[in-house]
């Protein structure tokens, strides 16, 4: 019997993915100016960043973090539990927690150890997870890591979500969802999903992180304009890395849901804590954010515009309401020669392809941000109206 080389495995793999147009690739940023790019050399207007507010750059953000990075160094030396937890940690989980409306707030240092974290903190072998099919993979590996048994519903179906409850009525269980969906850019249906949970005495997750600053009067997030709370969904997840231009994550809720996840989310317990200048540069970008309402105004106005031009262009884009406007393209080469012909344009919009998103669901990615113009979009919409009517095989637009 032979042993099979696991890297020899890998770069088989690999291959694969080339000849399916599947392989990603990296590229280097050399530096950034608002949305412009520039890249081996060329300057490009960027329609692919999360940095929704345009915040990314906002010079309170550096001097907070010059300030603090001045009195306390760079690295926070260990993790909060142990020395890591410093004074700018605890103060920007604080407001955080105020801007949400919950007891408490704790910080981790992404989005997708916060998810594996709190999914593994409450569910145990034997529990039930109900997850929407288009949910973020962090959550799907969280309910993996922990044990439990993973029931996807199809995308935004409330009925079956509740029906998936149902088959298990003895077992604990949790339904997670995305809050704002990170490849359409729709809204989950929160409110039928509370609804849900209440009936069958389940517990509801929302992984808000491409929600918060956008959606809500205040910019609270997805959960806040849906007009829902504490009760009707216990724990929520969002990132800061994304509308607050800064990096790390956060979940809120209860008092006894923080304290929990002290003593049993592995992946906080055993990381080294966020650097504290970074700490304090994004609780000046709470600040912002929930004061400085003309960039939701702003977001939304360019929104607005985007999707008016492309329907008089007949592009097939999602139902979106979001800074995130996927225009769909069918096949991954149709996804890749799009993205290549708006980059001789000067723009930069990235193609998605499987497995992020389902086979024959390839698309650009078009995200907007309150750094954008009126001038910026209409480019965009003047590059998307060269593109031929179809481009690789089985892609159209």
């Keep these: 019997m032979t042993r099979a080389d696991l890297l020899e495995r890998l770069a088989i793999q690999t291959a694969e993915r080339e000849h399916a147009n599947l392989r990603r690739r990296l590229r280097t940023i050399e530096h950034v100016e608002g949305p412009w790019l520039e890249s081996d050399g060329r300057r490009l207007l960027g329609f692919c960043s999360n ?14 973090l010059k300030r603090a990075a001045d009195d306390e160094g760079v690295g926070s030396g260990s993790a909060h539990l142990v020395c890591g937890h410093r004074r700018e940690h605890a103060q920007l989980e604080e407001a955080l927690a105020d801007w949400m409306g919950r007891e408490r707030a704790l910080l981790f240092s992404t989005g997708y150890m916060a998810n594996l974290g709190v999914l593994q903190a409450l569910l145990a072998p034997g529990d039930v997870c ?90 609270a997030g997805s959960v806040a304009a849906a007009a829902l709370g504490p009760r009707e969904v216990p724990v929520l997840m969002t990132t800061l890395g994304k509308a607050l231009g800064c990096s790390g994550a956060f979940v809120a809720g209860s ?71 996927p225009l769909l393209l069918g096949d991954a080469r149709a996804a890749l020669d799009a993205a290549q012909a708006l980059e001789q344009h000067g723009l930069l919009v990235t193609a998605i392809r499987p497995p992020t998103v389902p086979q024959g ?30 481009i690789g095989a089985g892609g159209h637009v």
């Design 51 to 64: 940095d929704y507010l345009g915040l990314a750059q906002h010079p309170q953000l550096v001097a907070a």
């Design 130 to 219: 109900v997850q929407d099919k288009l949910n973020h993979a962090c959550l799907l590996d969280g309910a993996r890591l922990a044990g439990a048994e993973l029931k996807r519903y199809p995308h935004a179906d409330i009925e079956a979500a509740a029906r998936q409850l149902a088959s298990r009525p003895d077992a604990a269980a949790l339904v997670a969802t995305d809050g704002v969906f990170s490849m359409d850019g729709d809204v989950a249906p929160l409110t039928g999903l509370a609804a849900s949970c209440t009936r069958e005495r389940a517990t509801l997750m929302v992984d808000d992180a491409h929600g918060l600053g956008v959606l809500g009067a205040d910019g």
């Design 255 to 325: 008092a006894a849901l923080v304290d929990g996840l002290l003593q049993f989310a592995r992946p906080y317990i055993y990381t080294t804590a966020m650097p504290p200048a970074l700490a304090a540069a994004a609780c000046t970008a709470v600040a912002i954010a929930r004061g400085e309402n003309w960039r939701r105004g702003k977001l939304q106005s360019l929104i607005a515009r985007f999707r008016t031009g492309a329907a008089q262009l007949g592009l097939p884009l999602t139902d979106s309401p979001s800074a995130i406007q």
């Design 361 to 390: 669901q390839a698309r650009l990615r078009i995200t907007l941000s309150a750094a954008h113009e009126d001038k910026h979009v209409d480019l965009l919409l003047d590059a998307l109206a060269t593109l031929p009517r179809r």
